[in-house]
């Protein structure tokens, strides 16, 4: 991955303050919209000189080893070893790293006081959470990936892979990259396709299929319910007690997604083969229909 330059890193429409990769930037708006919810993230593209300034706080040169303070993390720099101070995340060699690229993002894995909330905004808090898979699942035909990060065990590490993207549009033929069709949009993720990531479709549209004609267009990409869950409010809540009642159940609809729509939603899950965790993510939206 080659190192880009503030000037060719472009800011991100949907990590304000942030700066990626052109394509990389314009796909991680469409897997946003896409998912229906935006990231926070601590960083994206790095100048070499932040690589360097975070690998000196991270790694102390020779191998310290044995040293008491320190991990058995050693790397190569400089043409010496460097290792891991204890206490430390672990750091890409300056120069060799995806974000140098504008390639890749790391996401929050703590919600921070004045963060926007789970309404809008997601973290990734471990590899299983059920954000983190939502966003990977709506993220795939996009091109962003985890791959890299389950390598280095950083489940708040994704990287931009081009070669994947079936959405990307190419310079040259307006084109997208794939000869393959991208798959139809699902009847969940289509409520309303040009509903901004930030505020979901307040009713089910129908799905109009001939209004992008498969074609990748991010205002046209499909639009997720959010996740609703325990404490959980407004309209995707609403929504979800509407089904759940549709499915059986007998809940007051009144937008507050409390202890009997999460009792409601365990019993759905369980009858529908789910993992009865009372959280209505994507694969739950996609059996409630
Ligand atoms: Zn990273």
Not at 92 to 117: F, L, Q, Y
Not at 149 to 173: F, K, M, Q
Not at 227 to 255: E, I, P
Request: net charge positive; hydrophobic share 35%; glycine share 8%.
């Amino acid at each position: 991955m080659s190192q880009i330059t503030a000037a060719q890193a472009v800011p991100v429409d949907c990590l304000p303050g942030f700066r990626l990769r052109k394509d990389a930037a314009d796909a991680l708006n469409r897997a946003s919209a896409a998912f229906g919810k935006r990231l926070l993230v601590t960083g994206t593209w790095r100048s070499l000189e932040t690589q360097e300034r975070i690998f000196r706080e991270r790694y102390h040169q020779g191998n310290l080893t044995h040293r008491l303070g320190y991990t058995t993390d050693v790397r190569y720099w400089k043409g010496s070893p460097w290792t891991r101070r204890q206490g430390t995340a672990p750091a890409a060699v300056p120069g060799t790293s995806n974000h140098g690229g504008g390639c890749a993002i790391d996401v929050k894995t703590r919600r921070e006081k004045g963060d926007p909330g789970y309404d809008t905004h997601v973290i990734f808090s471990s590899f299983n959470d059920a954000d983190r898979i939502a966003f990977l699942k709506a993220a795939k035909p996009h091109g962003w990936a985890d791959d890299e990060g389950r390598s280095v065990l950083e489940c708040w590490h994704l990287t931009y892979y081009p070669e994947r993207d079936t959405h990307a549009i190419s310079a040259n033929n307006g084109q997208a990259n794939s000869t393959k069709t991208p798959a139809p949009p699902k009847p969940m993720t289509s409520k309303n396709a040009a509903a901004s990531p930030a505020t979901p479709a307040p009713v089910a549209v129908p799905i109009n299929k001939t209004a992008n004609n498969g074609q990748a267009k991010s205002s046209t990409a499909p639009i997720r319910r959010t996740t609703v869950r325990s404490g959980s409010t407004g309209t995707d809540a609403k929504y979800a007690q509407q089904r759940l009642n549709a499915h059986g159940a007998k809940l007051k609809v009144d937008a507050k997604f409390g202890a009997n729509s999460v009792l409601a939603t365990k019993a759905f899950q369980r009858k529908h083969g789910l993992t009865p965790d009372g959280i209505i993510g994507t694969s739950t939206w996609k059996k409630l229909g």
